[in-house]
C-alpha cells in the first residue's frame, strides 16, 4: 500500500521561507516525484517534478525561489521554498509514481 506523508505547513510572512518534506511508503521516488498545489478557488497545479534522471521542472512562478530535491536512502522528497509571495498560499501536495497523492498541508503566505 502506497502511502506518503506530508511535513507539517504553516502561517509564513511574504519572503519567509519553508521547507516541505514527504516521506513515502510502499512506493519509491527514484523515478519521479512532484509536488502540485492547489490555491483557493482554482485548479491543482504541479509546482515542480524531478525526474530519474534528476531533472526538474519549475512552474514559471516558482522558478529560483523554490528546490525541489529527493533523498532515496530515507525515499524522501523535499521543497525547499524560498522569497515566499501572498500567491504561493494553498495546499501543497506530493505524489508518487503511481499516482497516490499525499493528504495535503496547508501552506499560508500572509502579512
Known amino acids: 500500500q502506497v502511502q506518503l506523508v506530508e511535513s507539517v505547513g504553516g502561517l509564513l510572512s511574504p519572503g519567509g521561507s519553508l521547507r516541505l518534506s514527504c516521506a513515502a511508503s510502499?512506493?519509491?521516488?527514484?523515478?519521479?516525484a512532484a509536488w502540485y498545489r492547489q490555491a483557493p478557488g482554482k485548479q491543482r497545479e504541479k509546482v515542480a517534478h524531478?525526474?530519474?534522471?534528476?531533472?526538474?521542472y519549475y512552474e514559471d512562478s516558482v522558478k529560483s525561489r523554490f528546490t525541489i530535491s529527493r533523498d532515496n536512502a530515507e525515499n524522501t522528497v523535499d521543497m525547499q521554498m524560498n522569497s515566499l509571495k501572498p500567491e504561493d498560499t494553498g495546499v501543497y501536495y506530493c505524489i508518487a509514481p503511481e499516482g497516490v497523492w499525499g493528504q495535503g498541508t496547508q501552506v499560508t503566505v500572509s502579512s
Open positions: 524531478i525526474a530519474d534522471t534528476n531533472i526538474t
Open positions: 510502499g512506493t519509491s521516488f527514484r523515478q519521479y
